[in-house]
Every structure is written in structure tokens, then in C-alpha cells.
């Protein structure tokens, strides 16, 4: 399923100012990797991405540039009637300016044009950032998933938020 194409109202939420967010290409995983092992302990691999970018029915993949540099990313799974963020990240040199809610203001904008009525995610429990942004877009906790990030046997919190 491509969104991409045909929802004029969501283009205007693509680019403000020398931020852009367009969809991920094969050609921008040497930085998607980058910005991946800067911020994880287990990283997903070029394999993972691509298989989103080229085999998957149901991602959408986004990256967000400033002045041509790629500067974080958001992965979604498209499954009507919910959009599941499967990843979202901001390089270390980019984070504290505000992109993470530009990314969660494209994914709620693409949720409400294109007529989704729930958005979930997975985030790890002491992940206060990533926490405080989802809360601030209205997510609430949903349920836990014990140590779902293995190498740091961290527990994932389940968040959604239902669209109106």
C-alpha cells in the first residue's frame, strides 16, 4: 500500500523551511545506518531496511533532510485501519531541535488524511524523550513487553493513541 501518491494535503507538511521529509530511497542506507548504530545497541541491519524499502506491501518508509543531510527517519507499517511506527530516530547531532515532532506531526497528518484511526509503537521503557514526545502527541501506555530489546533486556512499553 503507497500513500505516497495522490494525498495532495500531506505535501504540505513535507517541507518547511531547509527541513524535508520524502520517502527513503536504497541510496540514503549508508547514512539510515549511521544514524541506526549512533542510537542502538542492536542496530537493524541494511537487510532489514531493505526488505521495507523493496519487498514489504506495507511500509512506508520516510527520511527527514536538512540542507541535503539526512538527519533521522521514520518506518511505518501501514496496516488500515492502524499505522504501526515500526522506527523513528534523529541523529545525535540533530536531536533537541524539534525533528522528532516534525516526523510525529507527518505521521498524524498521514493518519487523519488518509483516514487511520489508531497509531501504535513500541519504545523502550526509559527512553524519557521518545516518552515525552509520544505523550505530548497524545499516546498513552498500553501494555509492556518484557525484555524486548534482548542485548540490554529492556522492557518495550506499548503506546497508542486513537485518531478522531
Keep these: ?38 542510537s542502538y545497541v542492536e542496530p537493524w541491519l541494511r537487510d532489514h ?18 540542507e541535503g543531510k539526512i ?16 522506527n ?23 493518519a487523519l488524511e488518509s483516514k487511520f484511526k489508531v497509531i501504535t509503537l513500541e519504545v523502550r521503557h526509559n527512553n524519557d524523550a521518545a516518552l515525552a514526545l509520544y505523550r505530548k502527541f497524545g499516546f498513552e501506555i498500553r501494555g509492556i513487553r518484557k525484555n524486548y530489546y534482548a542485548a540490554e533486556k529492556a522492557d518495550a512499553l506499548i503506546m497508542s493513541r486513537t485518531m478522531r
Excluded: C
Design 49 to 66: 531496511f531493505l526488505y521495507e524499502l523493496q519487498t514489504s506491501r506495507i511500509s512506508k518508509t520516510m527520511v527527514l533532510e536538512i
Design 1 to 38: 500500500m503507497n500513500l505516497s501518491n495522490g494525498n495532495r494535503n500531506i505535501d504540505k507538511y513535507l517541507k518547511k523551511d531547509s527541513v524535508i521529509i520524502r520517502p527513503m530511497k536504497v541510496l540514503d542506507l549508508d547514512d539510515v545506518l549511521r544514524i541506526e548504530r549512533e
Design 88 to 110: 523513528m530516530t534523529v541523529s545525535t547531532v540533530y536531536r533537541k531541535q524539534g525533528l522528532g515532532t516534525k516526523l510525529m506531526d507527518y505521521v498524524m497528518n498521514l
Design 71 to 86: 538527519a533521522g527517519y521514520v518506518g511505518l507499517w501501514l496496516l488500515h485501519p492502524e499505522i504501526h511506527v515500526t
